[in-house]
């Protein structure tokens, strides 16, 4: 139909040209130039319209859809890139009429425009993939993936495509020979791109293996990072520290050196205590009966003294112990009564996660003393909080150390921690 069009314009402005005495040559250039700034005026405005028709149907279609989809193809410029699609088309048709005069500068603007469009159909596609990732954000299951990075490789991938067809379009050559030439040239190709390479595999590997998320508490000393993830490409991942410093990190390094992911205990619910009391091994001795008269109105473990004496007596009994010798047959310790104590506080304090793993051991000793481990979970992830709990229960245990008459190992000019007599 337009070529129909623009041909009977063209001989109608020649003839009218050619009525007014100038020659064929001059009355060409001269229909050549009105034709030219008709298909102008008239490549914008198709664009106008069209865009305005489309940007009208996504919005009516956004206001009865209950999908975000649709928000997130307005914001993203669906409705231009697609409306690009139409004065393409409509110039494919009528550039050679109008270039009938300059056959050379028309095949040329031809295949630009046909080169162009190659770009606008990545355009399109490229909004609306990423309208769609937009809209999956809001999702609980795809909020905290690296949608970004999912992004970056559809548009390379469209590029690539792109690129092959370009080429074909330019040299009217198969793309048989491009990849002979490319396989010819793949070690450049393969230094040049070396970074892309690798972060376009880490950042498959990456997502594959859900290995990091945007949010995730990362730890790599060695990168000088340390806390959350807030963006993750193809490229780079960027991690804001805890002092609201960003450090960025490549994606490849998340797949060839280790690092340190603390998702797994933000979901558990629970943060993990792990510390110790050194304890002077030469205040460690057995308790003798006026000392267990004093302990046992320690309220927490009054009950587990009597107990526990209870079930030395019947044994010594059994084995006819001399507790003339106070080594003789089984005792108790002061330290076995302050771990005991400590076991007990653990299990009563109302912020410990009850669920999780809870105890109090003791470790092999060590030139400062025999180390008195607390291993818990706070019932929070939260670092201020978390701070908070682990900080109170060792003020307790340490100022209740002296009760149980132990000693704190403490290195002041090679002195010991300064004994305390409690009466209880």
């Not at 319209?49 to 919005?59: N, P, T, Y």
């Not at 991690?239 to 998340?254: A, G, H, M, R, S």
């Not at 460690?284 to 004496?309: C, H, N, W």
């Amino acid at each position: 139909m337009w070529t129909e069009i623009f041909h009977n314009i063209e001989q109608w402005i020649e003839t009218k040209l050619a009525s007014w005495g100038i020659n064929i040559e001059t009355s060409g250039n001269i229909s050549f130039i009105i034709l030219l700034f008709a298909i102008t005026i008239m490549v914008i405005v198709l664009q106008i319209v069209i865009r305005w028709a489309i940007r009208g149907i996504v919005e009516r279609i956004k206001d009865n859809s209950k999908y975000s989809v649709f928000k997130y193809l307005r914001e993203r410029r669906f409705p231009h890139q697609l409306a690009q699609i139409f004065p393409i088309l409509f110039l494919l048709e009528v550039v050679p009429i109008v270039f009938s005069h300059f056959p050379k500068a028309g095949v040329f603007i031809t295949k630009m425009i046909q080169a162009y469009s190659v770009f606008a159909v990545i355009w399109i596609i490229l909004a609306f993939a990423r309208s769609v990732m937009d809209s999956l954000k809001e999702k609980p299951a795809f909020r905290e993936k690296p949608m970004e990075s999912w992004a970056q490789v559809i548009y390379i991938t469209l590029v690539c495509i792109g690129f092959f067809f370009i080429y074909n379009i330019f040299t009217d050559k198969s793309l048989g020979e491009l990849f002979t030439y490319l396989g010819a040239a793949s070690a450049i190709l393969l230094l040049i791109f070396k970074d892309t390479i690798l972060g376009f595999v880490a950042s498959i590997t990456v997502t594959t293996n859900d290995m990091v998320r945007i949010g995730d508490w990362i730890t790599m000393p060695e990168s000088n990072a340390d806390g959350d993830v807030i963006e993750i490409n193809l490229n780079t991942v960027k991690v804001q520290n805890f002092d609201k410093t960003i450090t960025t990190i490549p994606t490849y390094k998340l797949i060839s050196a280790s690092f340190q992911n603390w998702r797994g205990m933000q979901n558990a619910g629970g943060r993990r205590i792990k510390r110790s009391i050194y304890i002077i091994q030469s205040t460690v001795r057995f308790v003798e009966e006026p000392d267990l008269i004093r302990l046992a109105k320690i309220q927490e473990i009054e009950g587990y003294i009597t107990e526990r004496r209870k079930e030395i007596e019947e044994y010594n009994s059994e084995k006819r112990a001399d507790k003339r010798v106070l080594i003789n047959g089984r005792n108790m310790t002061n330290l076995g009564l302050f771990r005991k104590y400590a076991d007990y506080y653990l299990k009563n304090h109302p912020r410990i996660n009850k669920k999780l793993t809870m105890m109090v051991r003791q470790l092999a000793a060590t030139s400062k003393g025999i180390p008195l481990e607390i291993y818990a979970f706070t019932d929070t992830t939260n670092w201020v909080e978390y701070e908070t709990i682990q900080s109170d229960i060792f003020d307790h245990l340490i100022a209740a150390v002296p009760f149980f008459d132990l000693e704190i190992f403490e290195d002041l000019h090679n002195t010991p921690y300064k004994k305390h007599s409690f009466d209880i």
